[in-house]
């Protein structure tokens, strides 16, 4: 996950509260605000529609990710006008959504 989040797509990991660190999983803090907490689940299964979206420069971050070998599905333009987006997997499966600006 580091690898994807903090190396791929260059977010910055974020130190965990000392009481949580134990726990184990990481922090990111996301380019123009927010944080995405990514923890550890024994049984996890990610789900296969629902997801998290994040506003980014889509066309310089589906151009990074398909390079490293991730699979870029590009949105119907219609269904939201005017915001280009596509979804693409992190190494566990979570759906992630990245919409333009």
Not at 47 to 68: G, I, Y
Not at 77 to 93: L, N, S
Request: aromatic share 10%.
């Amino acid at each position: 996950m580091r690898a994807f989040y903090g190396g791929l797509l260059d977010w910055v990991e974020l130190p965990r509260p000392p009481l949580l660190a134990p726990r184990g999983g990481c922090w990111f803090a996301l380019p123009g605000g927010g944080e995405l907490h990514v923890g550890i689940e024994a049984d996890f299964r990610p789900a296969r529609k629902a997801h998290p979206a994040f506003v980014c420069d889509v066309a310089e971050v589906s151009t990074r990710l398909a390079a490293a070998g991730n699979e870029i599905h590009w949105a119907d333009p219609a269904e939201i006008p005017g915001r280009r987006r596509f979804h693409t997997f992190d190494p566990v499966g979570n759906r992630l959504e990245f919409l333009q600006d």
